[in-house]
């Protein structure tokens, strides 16, 4: 009888132990803070134990995937059409990055994530906008050729107008912008004005 109560005590004092081991590895996995190497080797060799503690294998697939979502947004110029998202991104790679470094897995895989879903939504961003003052520019060429039809026969603004082109195929939205204002600077002081109000 008293063996057997013996073992008892016993399987409470080891399951009391097991219990502030397993508090002690959920506080560690949730706050990112290092056992040392000879603590953690004691923890493997407790049965069950060692499933916990097995390492997070590093996320190389996620990285190759967010690398080249990145690599797609700057292309498409996020950097210039969406410029916050890309910020977003930029900055959840460099932690995740740090954490790669580091071997915390787990953590480098969740700002990897974040990254690879900013970059996304970066690349989304810069194709909508560009599409969208693609449109405003040839809009603006179009007025400007309507209202002075006459500079499309003219030699010496064919350059110009040509260059106004190039701007908008190649998303030079800004350059475009500037171009345009010079132009018509050069017709209002030239004394240019549309078909409607020329009466001579």
Do not use: C
């Not at 397993?22 to 706050?31: E, M, P, Q, R």
């Not at 500037?178 to 050069?186: A, H, P, S, T």
């Amino acid at each position: 009888m008293l063996k057997f109560l013996s073992h008892i005590v016993n399987f409470k004092q080891s399951s009391k132990t097991l219990f502030y081991i397993l508090i002690f590895l959920v506080f560690t996995f949730t706050t990112g803070f290092k056992i040392s190497e000879k603590f953690e080797n004691i923890l493997e060799r407790i049965p069950y134990l060692n499933k916990l503690l097995e390492k997070d294998k590093p996320p190389y697939e996620l990285l190759k995937k967010t690398e080249k979502s990145l690599n797609d947004a700057f292309w498409q110029g996020a950097p210039q059409f969406a410029p916050d998202s890309w910020e977003k991104a930029q900055e959840y790679f460099k932690k995740a990055q740090k954490f790669m470094e580091e071997k915390n897995y787990s953590y480098a895989k969740f700002y990897l994530q974040k990254s690879l879903e900013w970059a996304q939504k970066a690349q989304k961003e810069a194709l909508e906008t560009k599409k969208k003052q693609r449109k405003e520019a040839e809009n603006k060429l179009k007025k400007l050729l309507a209202l002075h039809p006459e500079i499309q026969r003219d030699l010496k603004w064919k350059p110009r107008l040509k260059l106004l082109q190039e701007l908008i195929k190649y998303e030079k939205f800004e350059e475009f912008e500037k171009e345009l204002k010079k132009i018509q600077q050069e017709l209002k002081k030239k004394g240019a004005k549309p078909p409607s109000q020329n009466l001579s």
